[in-house]
């Protein structure tokens, strides 16, 4: 790709850490003005620094994605800033892991809060600059979404209602000229992943160390993921390149996933 996204406004919750910065810096690097929401001020100064090193500075707003206002917060100032917004990546939540008996109802409110109504109300307020900018709205879901599992069941239900509601908007995409489509990251090399493996370890009674090589030895996979393989292929369905590709979820996974989809 060369440049292809100069002079496009791309809006990344969730931008500060993980696979939401490398999707940021992927799009910095194709020539794209990047917008970085998050919660954690430091963090996101953080990341503007490693962003701004390859593209331009990047927009940087320290919001509760898990509130309206919030998510209010991110639109007016993107309005305010750019009046535009051409590709919104829904990649903010980080749902608890645990054993399902002893998690108390705050990891199941706060999980739907920031990745799931987070995601809807973000879609909701920017979908009039999409349409008029005839963009794209990419959400980072997860496996759980197809592969639920007893030490993961917050994460499963939030992934599997994210995706639905992607998969629901794709008519509407159609009417607007709006592109939609969603990835499914497995195991990616990031802190979040470490902090599953934790609460995976404690529900467990084992090691991380064990829970760590018992999940790659149950997936069979050849390596971890790295955040910078889901950046890639966020930036490749943006492209005019995947404008075909439309209402979609997309494993990215190293083969981990089992089934036939």
């Known amino acids: 790709m060369t440049k292809e996204f100069a002079g496009k406004i791309v809006v990344v919750s969730g931008g500060s850490r993980g696979i939401g910065r490398s999707i940021?810096?992927?799009f910095a690097r194709e020539g794209a003005?990047?917008?970085?929401?998050?919660s954690n001020a430091a963090n996101l100064a953080d990341a503007a620094k490693q962003v701004a090193a390859v593209g331009a500075e990047p927009a940087m707003i320290a919001a509760d994605l898990r509130t309206l206002a919030g998510c209010e917060q991110v639109f007016a100032a993107v309005g305010q800033k750019f009046g535009r917004c051409d590709v919104l990546i829904n990649n903010a939540g980080a749902t608890k892991g645990g054993k399902f008996l002893e998690q108390g109802d705050d990891a199941w409110t706060d999980g739907f809060a920031l990745k799931f109504f987070g995601a809807v109300r973000l879609t909701k307020l920017f979908w009039p600059l999409l349409k008029t900018a005839h963009?794209?709205?990419v959400f980072i879901v997860g496996g759980a979404a197809r592969t639920p599992g007893p030490d993961f069941l917050v994460g499963g239900a939030v992934n599997a209602a994210t995706a639905n509601f992607a998969k629901g908007l794709t008519a509407l995409g159609n009417r607007d000229d709006i592109n939609i489509n969603v990835v499914h990251p497995?195991?990616?090399?990031?802190?979040?992943?470490?902090?599953?493996?934790?609460?995976?370890?404690?529900a467990?009674?084992?090691t991380v160390e064990q829970v760590r090589e018992e999940s790659?030895?149950?997936?069979?996979?050849?390596?971890?993921?790295?955040?910078?393989d889901?950046?890639?292929?966020?930036?490749?369905?943006?492209?005019?390149?995947?404008?075909?590709?439309?209402?979609?979820a997309i494993a990215i996974d190293g083969g981990g996933t089992p089934g036939y989809y």
């Open 24 to 26: 940021a810096l992927a």
């Open 33 to 38: 003005q990047t917008v970085l929401a998050a």
């Open 135 to 137: 963009g794209n709205i």
């Open 186 to 202: 497995g195991q990616t090399q990031t802190d979040r992943v470490e902090q599953l493996f934790a609460q995976f370890a404690k």
């Open 204 to 206: 467990q009674n084992k």
């Open 216 to 228: 790659l030895v149950k997936s069979g996979l050849r390596r971890i993921g790295q955040p910078e």
């Open 230 to 248: 889901v950046a890639e292929l966020a930036l490749f369905l943006c492209s005019a390149r995947a404008r075909h590709i439309h209402g979609t």
